[in-house]
């Protein structure tokens, strides 16, 4: 994929604003990892306008394709002042990109933003249409639900054609769900109550996990603010034991419905967590592996975590920073503590944790940029290197995700020596997480490749 001719794409989906969050907060979090990211190399200047004509002159440096997902409502006025008297950063940066902007910037919100008319010209809106009968019954059978074409096309009709909700309809079908369950379901074609039909299907598909562990790790992410890695998970569900843990808490506040994650080992959570990307309930970003809920699911699993387990503690997201903050955790035994920094700079050059993830970013710059000249070759290597880097910061989904990239690319090469040191990769990764049928198939293939090719130069060779 060229993007359409883009130097640099670089996308960032704004996490939901809760009671302890506010969009400046939101805004900060995306200028800080956006100037990172388009100037790495620079010394970055502190305060807030400065950063932000910076981020600008970056971004307009080149043909940047900008995405961001989830934006916040905000005021984009000019001589816009919050009460603290610091400028609406995002308000600004959207004015400018709109007064000049070399490339592309997409924004996805649910409200309408309300740009400076000054720049109105320069921007366009659309607002994304329900689809009709039969665009919802191509995107059922699109995810293999085989019904039908008249049931699809009223299934289509009955969900006024909602995009999530066919989806996850279609998702509970697929793993075993009945039929009949969704037809016993009242059907509304008033657009007032769409909402309301899209929690009936949540609410079917919670009746669906009852008493399950994946219902209780949705439970978890719904309840935390942001996107959050396998990791963090460990070290929240793992940390309940010791002292320091139960004196954050109050005493009338537990973790107890929870306990059953916290006694499964990496293998079993790591099926868990598949289970729940096969039921597109949850999503992962390819760069840093974090677990992603929908906002709206999130709103309402967070709602009815909250009414059945009142014990839960409100601060959950701070008490997840303390406990990465911690030095010590307690893992469970199938987990390998992440190496210190002695362990990074004797493997990789670097003094520190924040080294490593500086490098981690840069690498996965350049892979994106190999793989776009379709340099296969340098793909492979830069991959199986950013792979290595992403299991030192924990993060088992993207090195998983890099792995097999780097299988590709190496595939693409032709270059066996390369292809092996990939696959072997991926394949101690799949045993850990248990896919070892999937491993042995992939060795199987790579040793098949490789005599085949050992053959093709024997008989080239002998004439």
């Known amino acids: 994929m060229n993007w359409l001719g883009a130097d640099q794409v670089y996308a960032w989906s704004f996490p939901d604003i809760t009671d302890d969050t506010n969009a400046q907060t939101l805004a900060d979090e995306f200028i800080e990892h956006a100037l990172q990211w388009f100037g790495s190399h620079l010394t970055l200047p502190k305060q807030t306008l400065e950063r932000v004509n910076l981020l600008v002159k970056l971004i307009q440096r080149q043909r940047t394709l900008l995405v961001l997902d989830n934006f916040p409502s905000l005021s984009f006025e000019v001589d816009f002042q919050e009460s603290n008297n610091q400028p609406q950063s995002l308000g600004i940066l959207i004015n400018y990109l709109a007064a000049y902007n070399n490339g592309l910037c997409v924004i996805a919100s649910q409200q309408i933003i309300p740009a400076c008319e000054l720049f109105q010209q320069n921007i366009v809106q659309h607002t994304l249409p329900a689809l009709n009968d039969e665009e919802g019954a191509a995107l059922l059978r699109q995810r293999s639900v085989m019904l039908l074409p008249n049931t699809l096309s009223k299934m289509s009709h009955d969900f006024r054609g909602h995009p999530l909700t066919l989806d996850l309809l279609s998702s509970y079908l697929n793993n075993g769900g009945a039929l009949e369950e969704v037809n016993a379901m009242l059907a509304w074609r008033d657009e007032k109550r769409e909402s309301l039909q899209l929690r009936r299907v949540l609410t079917l598909i919670e009746?669906?996990?009852?008493?399950?562990?994946?219902?209780?790790?949705?439970?978890?992410?719904?309840?935390?603010?942001?996107?959050?890695?396998?990791?963090?998970?460990?070290?929240?569900?793992?940390?309940?034991?010791?002292?320091?843990?139960?004196?954050?808490?109050?005493?009338?506040?537990?973790?107890?419905?929870?306990?059953?994650?916290?006694?499964?080992?990496?293998?079993?959570?790591?099926?868990?967590?598949?289970?729940?990307?096969?039921?597109?309930?949850?999503?992962?970003?390819?760069?840093?592996?974090?677990?992603?809920?929908?906002?709206?699911?999130?709103?309402?699993?967070?709602?009815?975590?909250?009414?059945?387990?009142?014990?839960?503690?409100?601060?959950?997201?701070?008490?997840?920073?303390?406990?990465?903050?911690?030095?010590?955790?307690?893992?469970?035994?199938?987990?390998?503590?992440?190496?210190?920094?002695?362990?990074?700079?004797?493997?990789?050059?670097?003094?520190?944790?924040?080294?490593?993830?500086?490098?981690?970013?840069?690498l996965g710059v350049k892979l994106e940029k190999s793989a776009l000249k379709k340099h296969w070759y340098r793909a492979s290597i830069i991959a199986n290197h950013l792979c290595e880097h992403h299991l030192i910061l924990g993060n088992l989904s993207a090195a998983m995700y890099c792995a097999r990239r780097g299988v590709a690319y190496a595939e693409l090469s032709h270059d066996q020596p390369s292809l092996m040191q990939n696959t072997r990769l991926l394949t101690r990764l799949l045993r850990v997480t248990g896919e070892t049928h999937e491993a042995s198939c992939l060795l199987k293939r790579a040793h098949y490749a490789v005599n085949s090719n050992r053959l093709t130069q024997q008989l080239t060779a002998n004439g």
């Open 207 to 362: 009746q669906w996990l009852w008493k399950t562990p994946e219902l209780l790790l949705l439970y978890l992410i719904a309840l935390l603010d942001r996107p959050v890695t396998q990791r963090e998970l460990f070290l929240l569900l793992n940390s309940q034991r010791q002292a320091w843990f139960q004196r954050w808490l109050k005493p009338d506040e537990t973790l107890l419905a929870l306990t059953p994650l916290s006694k499964l080992n990496l293998r079993d959570f790591s099926k868990l967590q598949n289970r729940l990307y096969q039921m597109r309930l949850i999503s992962s970003s390819p760069d840093t592996g974090a677990l992603h809920l929908h906002s709206m699911l999130r709103a309402y699993f967070r709602e009815r975590v909250r009414a059945r387990f009142p014990a839960i503690p409100t601060r959950l997201q701070s008490l997840l920073e303390k406990c990465t903050q911690t030095s010590l955790p307690t893992l469970s035994p199938d987990i390998p503590l992440l190496p210190t920094s002695n362990m990074l700079y004797l493997k990789f050059g670097h003094t520190d944790i924040q080294s490593t993830i500086t490098a981690t970013r840069n």
